[in-house]
C-alpha cells in the first residue's frame, strides 16, 4: 500500500446527514429560486456540521452546529420559520442526544429562545433533567447567559402567517358543515445526526410544530425515543404527524431494530417509516446513521428536504424522491 493509500484508509470515518422536513412537497408548487434558496441552506447546514467533524470535533458539536443554521433560515419550520399556533404566536421545541453517554436534553413550547437546540443541551448539561417546558424553560434559560433570547414576533414570516390564515379559514368552513378538525400542517421540522472520528453518534431535532395548535400542543421532536435517540449504534431524527411518531417510539424503534434483531440501518428505517407509522394514520420520514457510516433517509411522503456527507466525503442534497 501507499503512503498515499495508507494515509487515506487510516484517517477516521465521519458522517452527517439532515433534514428540514418531510411532507407534501410538489415541485410544480416550488418556484424555482425558493427551491434554490432551499438547498443552498441545506448546503450550509451540511458546511457547519462538516467543518466540526472535519477538525476532529464531537458528533454533539456537529449536529448543534447544523440544527442552528436551520433555525436562523426562514425556510424550515424551526426557530425563525416557525409556525403559528391558534393565538398567533410561536411555541418552539427541540431535544438533542448523545449516543455513547446516553445524556439527552430536550425544551418545549419555548417562546423566546433563538436556539431552542441551544437551551435543550444546556438542559443536559447543566441540570438533573432531561425535558424541561413553557415558562420553566424559559426561567432556566434566564439562569444561561449564553443562551440568546428574541421576541416572539422575531420568527413571524409572511409566509407562515398566510398558512395561519389558510388554516384558520379551513378549519371554520369545517366547522360550519360539522365535518371534524383535521390538525393544520406539522412538516418542516429540522434534524441532524452525526458520527464523528471517535466513533460516537448524536442526534437533534427542532421544530415549530404543528399550524394552528393548541393547548400547548408538544409533538415528538423534544421526545426522546420518539423524535430524537442516539445509542452507540445508531441515531434518529424524525419529520412527520408527531402523535403517530410518539405512540409508536419511531426514533428507538428504528435504532432497537438494528440492535435487537440484526436488521440493517436501511431496512429497520424503511420498515418504521414506510410500514408502521403508515399502519398507524401517519406519515411522514427520517434521517439514521449507524456507527459503519451507514445512512437512510426513508419518507413516505411526496418529497423530504434532506442532505448528507457519507465516510468517502461523497456529499448531496435533494428534494424530491429522484
Known sequence: MSALNASAADKPRTALVIHGGAGTIERSALAAADEQAI?????????????????????????????????DSPRFNAGKGAVFN???????????????????????GVTTVRHPVQLARAVMEHSSHVMLAGAGAEAFADTRPEIERVANDWFDTDVRRRQLEKAQAAEQARASTGVPAIPGGYFGTVGAVALDARGHIAAATSTGGMTNKRWGRIGDSPVIGAGTWADERCG?????????????????????????????????????VNRVVPAAGGD????????????????????????????????????FRD
Open 39 to 71: 438547498r443552498a441552506d441545506l448546503e450550509r447546514a451540511l458546511d457547519a456540521g462538516n467543518a466540526v467533524l472535519s477538525g476532529g470535533g464531537a458528533a454533539l458539536d456537529a449536529v448543534q452546529a447544523v440544527i442552528e443554521v436551520l433555525e
Open 86 to 108: 391558534a393565538v398567533g404566536g410561536h411555541e418552539l421545541d427541540a431535544s438533542i442526544m448523545e449516543g455513547h453517554t446516553r445524556r439527552a436534553g430536550a425544551v418545549a
Open 236 to 272: 434518529v431524527s424524525g419529520t412527520g404527524w408527531g402523535e403517530f411518531y410518539i405512540r409508536n417510539a419511531v426514533a428507538h424503534d428504528i435504532c432497537a431494530r438494528v440492535a435487537y434483531r440484526g436488521d440493517s440501518l436501511d431496512t429497520a428505517a424503511g420498515t418504521v
Open 284 to 319: 411522514g420520514g427520517a434521517i439514521a446513521l449507524d456507527a459503519e457510516g451507514n445512512i437512510a433517509m426513508p419518507f413516505n411522503t411526496s418529497g423530504m428536504y434532506r442532505g448528507w456527507i457519507r465516510p468517502d466525503g461523497s456529499r448531496g442534497v435533494a428534494i
